[in-house]
């Protein structure tokens, strides 16, 4: 029994197992990788929409951001100051957009799913943003215009 209790130095993993669990790993990396370089889509399907509004939006000449209904025209809101995520959410879909040469024509797509999630789509590039992945603060910016709102003023395309 001292012979058990004076083993000073741990005991090594077997070579064949360290060398199993590198296997492992190096095919689930190279697995990962076949599959992200197909540029497969790893999401859950969306779910049913349940509200979907058509968004246009143009700089005022005060700074701030108009948001136009894209159906009819309408001016449904202007939003001032810094609004750091409405412009960074958009910057990044007219940069997609500038990158394919295309215009600030076609409208966005704001659609709420019957599972809560709230999507920004742009039907011109196929590019979105599932914005509730941002936060319920953020995605309130855009949610807040899928409501009916009274229209401000008309404006001309």
Not at 42 to 49: C, E, K, N, S, W
């Amino acid at each position: 029994m001292s012979a058990l209790m004076n083993k000073s130095a741990p005991e090594a993993l077997p070579r064949k197992a360290v060398m199993g669990l590198g296997l492992l790993l190096l095919a689930t990396l190279v697995s990962v990788a076949a599959v992200r370089l197909s540029g497969t889509e790893i999401r859950a399907p969306d779910a049913p929409t349940a509200a979907q509004r058509s968004l246009r939006f143009e700089d005022g000449v005060d700074g701030s951001v108009k948001v136009l209904d894209a159906r009819t025209g309408a001016h449904i809101d202007s939003v001032a100051g810094e609004a750091g995520f409405l412009r960074g959410s958009l910057r990044a879909l007219v940069r997609e957009r500038k990158l394919r040469g295309i215009g600030s024509g076609p409208a966005f797509e704001l659609i709420a799913r019957t599972d809560g999630r709230l999507t920004l789509l742009d039907p011109a590039t196929g590019e979105r943003l599932d914005l509730e992945s941002f936060g319920p603060t953020n995605s309130a910016v855009y949610r807040r215009w899928l409501q009916p709102s009274p229209v401000t003023s008309p404006v001309s395309q």
